[in-house]
């Protein structure tokens, strides 16, 4: 990712939270124009006021950021406390502390521990790099994942760079919702023109954007010019700034999208697109008040496309707003299937319950494709479309489903993470949090199949959509560390990162599988406390294999058990780089799906996963839950699924026919599948038996 010139940053644990990173800092080497949106809220934040009082303003050097305490509500001493460690900053970076900024985000009422954070300062100095990610993930609260993304603005010869980092899960509503942004560019701007672009770059972005209707008194989005570009610089409207601020505005519609598919227990990013409205305005508010209606955000959590919630919601907003519009004309699209067109179609009260597909007459199914639409609203990403048909404009809102972890998270905010005398937090996440029937299903279910299959091997095959993001990475990471505490044993077979896929000829692809892709996965289980070791066909020769094909990955042949039953004994978790060993001593990649099932079988292992980028095996946009090996052989031999899908239904049937007991087939960009599939009653995923 390219990164704006000049620009520093880092992130470290100083003790705010009990864990984790929670101090930030980003540092420009030379001076730079800066502006800032601040939340409306008008409880705000103590360095939000600082920021109110000081930008747009010339020659800033650093924005000092920390997560687990907010500084909100704290009075004359909050203010002084941001002014207090603006001077610090500044003294350890040399700089005048006019030139520091501040943010936090965290705990409201109470005071910073100021003493800790002075403490961490010179290392947090020490740490600064040409690389934002450490900063990102030290503004973390209930975020799962950093949020980082740069746009390429071109001037001629000149390339321009914008990087942007943001926070945001919950706490989060229209007119700024942002929690906190920072935005830095090499291209020099005048202070007064970068606050126009900025404010300009709110709308169709962070200020469309909803997750609980609940502003925050932290929002905050600052944006810092150093010019390290060279261009002259833009001090009026023309081309130049307008190429500037579309970046802008792209830039924040990606992260603004980013805080809503990470909205606090989000499951699905919800899209409203919102078209002939007599007004840009009047979309926009329809648009974010689909987005954000508890009952719209519910439904879209049981995968029920109800059409009335969505024209409820818009007729309400019309009504209260007195807007020239009427609902029943309109047109409602849940992921490119019409379902009302001034008139129902599709019955909205077939939806709720998915086990019963029959009318209110038992006359078998109410409408149909309704299953098929329930299967494509369990995608990462929903969209709804609504056309008024009372005029041209066109706007867009984001937000996500309602799942039983937003409640969670919120019922324990205050009680899981109790402050300390301090102003630091301590975390209280015990079982006791929960509700007794919960407790009670959860523990039954988990415990009813840990003891099936304790002590059996397990062989999970983690595709490129498994390891495209390091949330999902750490997801999985932390799977395997509860399996093995479950009983299980796991085996891994990766394929190529991201990163590396369809790039470069065997050889590049050899050396990432074994390189980069396998040294990352172990050293992040080793991290958790996990033994985890790395293995390759070059290994004992563990993995034989022989070429099927000019440029096309090899198939294993034989497998050196006794090597993965050693490291098992050991209580080691094999790792394995799909990397054969053929017999004129050379090496090659091998198909890594058919690794991963060959290794279940000759491993005597009681399940094979396979980890993928859709939510299992599925026909018309269903999902299907449990197939038999002549089912799933049917549906292959009809050509039902895509090449990627046949490819694992052929080595899964392969599988099970040489004494694997099952196959599972389940969606990667789900956190924390494999423990949904395994310890549920229903699962989440396709599961393959013998019938």
Known sequence: MPVARGFLFSGLHCGIKPFKKDLALVFSESPCNAAATLTVNKARAAPIIDCANRLPAQGMRAVLINSGNANALTGPEGLEDVHELCAATAQVLEVDP?????????????????????????????????????????????????????????????EGRITGLAKGSGMIAPQLASTIGVLCTDIAISAPLLQRALLAGMDGSFNNLTIDNDMSTNDVVLALANGQLGNAEITEAGPEFEAFAAAVQSLCVELAKEVARDGEGATRLLEVRVSGAPTPAIATDIARSVAGSTLVKAAIFGADPNWGRILATVGARCGSQRYDVDPTAAKVTVQSVVVYDARPTLDVRAFPIESVATNDAGEGPSVPGHAQLRA??????????????????????????????????????????????????????????????????????????????????????????????????????????????????????????????????????????????????????????????????????????????????????????????????????????????????????????????????????????????????????????????????EKVERNVFNRNLTRKARHAISALERGVERVHVVDARTPHSIIAEFFTDQGIGSLVTHG
Request: glycine residues 8%; hydrophobic residues 40%; positive net charge.
């Open 98 to 158: 006019r030139t520091v900024l501040m943010a936090s985000t965290g705990v409201i009422g109470q005071r910073l521990p100021k003493a800790k954070v002075t403490a961490a300062l010179p290392k947090l100095k020490a740490e600064l790099r040409a690389a934002p990610e450490s900063a990102a993930e030290a503004m973390l609260t209930t975020d799962t994942h950093i949020k980082v993304a740069s746009r390429v603005v071109r001037f001629g010869r000149k």
């Open 376 to 633: 494509r609203m369990r995608s990462p990403e929903v969209l709804v479309e609504v056309d008024l048909r009372s005029g041209s404009a066109t706007s867009v809102g984001w937000g996500c489903d309602l799942s039983y972890d937003y409640v969670k998270i919120n019922a324990d905010y205050t009680s899981l993470l109790v402050p300390t005398a301090d102003g630091s937090v301590a975390k209280d996440d015990r079982l006791t949090n929960y509700s007794p029937k919960f407790k009670v299903n959860l523990v039954t279910q988990a415990l009813s199949y840990m003891s099936r299959f304790a002590g059996k091997r397990v062989v999970l095959k983690l595709g490129r959509h498994a390891m495209g993001k390091d949330s999902l990475r750490a997801s999985i990471v932390e799977d395997v560390k509860l399996l093995r505490a479950a009983g299980m044993v796991p085996i891994l077979v990766h394929g190529e990162s991201p990163e590396g896929t369809s790039k470069g000829d065997l050889r590049s692809k050899e050396m990432m599988l074994s390189g980069q892709t396998n040294t990352e996965l172990v050293t992040a289980l080793n991290r958790t406390g996990v033994h985890a070791i790395g293995l390759s066909g070059m290994d004992a020769s563990f993995l034989k294999g022989r070429r099927v094909g000019e440029g096309l990955p090899g198939e294993v042949v034989a497998i050196n058990t006794e090597l993965v039953d050693m490291f098992l004994s050991r209580n080691y978790v094999p790792v394995v780089s799909p990397v054969g060993f053929l017999d004129d001593g050379s090496t090659l990649p091998l198909e890594p799906d058919q690794v991963a099932s060959e290794l279940a079988v000759v491993a005597k292992a009681a399940k094979l996963v396979y980890l993928v980028g859709v939510p299992g095996f599925v026909e018309h946009d269903e999902l299907l839950g449990q197939l038999t090996i002549a089912t799933l052989r």
